[in-house]
């Protein structure tokens, strides 16, 4: 019972099934710590899950933290929550803490650190089935990284970011243990000022892989699982309207760096002791090899290794940076899980402090994402020094 709760609440994978015409094509990537590949802020989250190419703000630890070496601002800290499928269950939730720090005589560097805990809520344990509760368990994903970034020039910077991740689903059986993994992240950011007619705009372009690591494990090494290995490219463009308006368009491309599981259509013993040997090799496959590999592993070739590319596209406007409308699409093959959404969401910011929201509006029927809220607050250390001067 209660592995069946954890793998319908961290799984991307039978939640989005539903639906689809044929079900042999459904072939969607399979991982642990599913949490990580959740979008943690509202301001990313309201643009269709998209940030590693927009400008820098607190939550570039996620998106992209070379980021954070163009920060205007010397140092920031944030908070974001996000309660997560609400229309299933009331009591999981992601809590997402991130902040960074300027350093250097030129403020070319900075040093950023973030902490991510997704809660799966209070679980119910009986010992024999019809009795009562004797027990319940707190199941729960955890990762905290620091990360360390640099200009590389005047309009290009790098960063790489190590992460521990630790995620427990222990049910106090001996059935599963607490699994460790340790990952790392690169990415790069560059910023450059280009003439469109007679306005000079801004282009950004980034890249992150992230969550390079260790394969994860419930059982003490027998069955080990990848974590969620993500390569993400994006670009985009910031217009000013005049001195107060101005318009941002962004584009990601993303892909997890993950194998694919083997299929399992044996029919006779012959197939099906190969089946098995692909499956030891599947779960001794070290990581790095698997990174390679899923660039070529889908079944259906080529055809499906573009299919396992998902698409985010956001805009936001902006007035006197101050008063923020955000709007965007995320588009995930139905046969590679399937989500598929727009997202809305406003922000508004002080001196001091900005805060930020974001609503997910889905577009394929019985979707338990339908209707999330994520809520953004962040602190400009700057603004606040300013103030008690």
């Given at each position: 019972m209660l592995i069946g709760c954890i793998l319908l609440l961290t799984s991307r994978v039978s939640i989005w099934a539903q639906g689809l015409d044929k079900e042999k094509d459904f072939h969607p990537i399979n991982t642990?710590?599913?949490?990580?590949?959740?979008?943690?802020?509202?301001?990313?989250?309201?643009?269709?899950?998209?940030?590693?190419?927009?400008?820098s703000d607190i939550a570039s630890q996620y998106w992209n933290p070379a980021k954070y070496a163009f920060n205007y601002s010397n140092a920031g800290i944030g908070l974001s929550y996000t309660p997560w499928l609400?229309?299933?269950?009331?009591?999981?939730?992601?809590?997402?803490?991130?902040?960074?720090?300027?350093i250097g005589q030129n403020d070319n560097q900075a040093v950023g650190a973030s902490l991510r805990y997704f809660t799966l809520g209070e679980i119910p344990?009986?010992?024999?089935?019809?009795?009562?509760?004797?027990?319940?368990?707190?199941?729960?994903?955890?990762?905290?990284?620091?990360?360390?970034?640099?200009?590389?020039?005047?309009?290009?910077?790098?960063?790489?970011?190590?992460?521990?991740i630790r995620s427990d689903m222990s049910d106090n059986q001996d059935e599963m243990i607490p699994g460790n993994s340790y990952a790392a992240d690169v990415a790069g950011y560059l910023e450059k000022y280009v003439i469109l007619g007679n306005t000079e705009s801004l282009w950004t372009f980034g890249f992150n892989v992230s969550n390079i690591g260790t394969k994860i494990s419930y059982d003490g090494g027998i069955k080990n699982q990848f974590i969620p290995t993500t390569l993400r490219?994006?670009?985009?463009?910031?217009?000013?309207?005049?001195?107060?308006?101005?318009l941002g368009v962004f584009a990601?491309?993303?892909?997890?760096?993950?194998?694919?599981?083997?299929l399992n259509n044996a029919t006779t013993p012959e197939e099906e002791e190969e089946y098995s040997k692909k499956e030891t090799e599947y779960n001794d496959m070290p990581f790095m090899t698997g990174i390679f590999r899923s660039f070529y592993d889908a079944p259906g070739?080529?055809?499906?290794?573009?299919?396992?590319?998902?698409?985010?596209?956001?805009?936001?406007?902006?007035?006197?940076?101050?008063?923020?409308?955000r709007g965007g699409y995320y588009y995930e093959n139905p046969n590679k899980g399937n989500r598929q959404y727009f997202s809305v969401g406003a922000g508004f910011r002080m001196s001091v402090f900005q805060l930020d929201a974001a609503y997910l509006i889905s577009t394929i029927p019985n979707n338990?994402?339908?209707?999330?809220?994520?809520?953004?607050?962040?602190?400009?250390?700057?603004?606040?020094?300013?103030?008690?001067?």
């Open positions: 642990a710590v599913a949490s990580l590949s959740i979008a943690p802020d509202a301001r990313g989250g309201a643009l269709g899950d998209n940030g590693v190419a927009t400008g609400r229309k299933l269950v009331s009591d999981v939730a992601l809590a997402y803490l991130s902040g960074f720090y300027k344990v009986s010992i024999n089935q019809g009795e009562p509760p004797s027990n319940y368990l707190n199941p729960y994903e955890m990762a905290f990284d620091i990360s360390y970034s640099r200009k590389l020039s005047e309009s290009y910077s790098m960063a790489v970011a190590l992460r521990y490219i994006g670009t985009g463009l910031l217009y000013p309207l005049d001195d107060y308006n101005r990601d491309v993303s892909k997890y760096l993950v194998p694919t599981i083997p070739g080529f055809k499906e290794e573009l299919s396992e590319i998902n698409l985010s596209l956001g805009a936001e406007y902006s007035y006197n940076d101050q008063f923020f409308v338990p994402l339908d209707q999330t809220l994520r809520f953004s607050l962040s602190f400009d250390m700057d603004g606040i020094k300013n103030l008690f001067r």
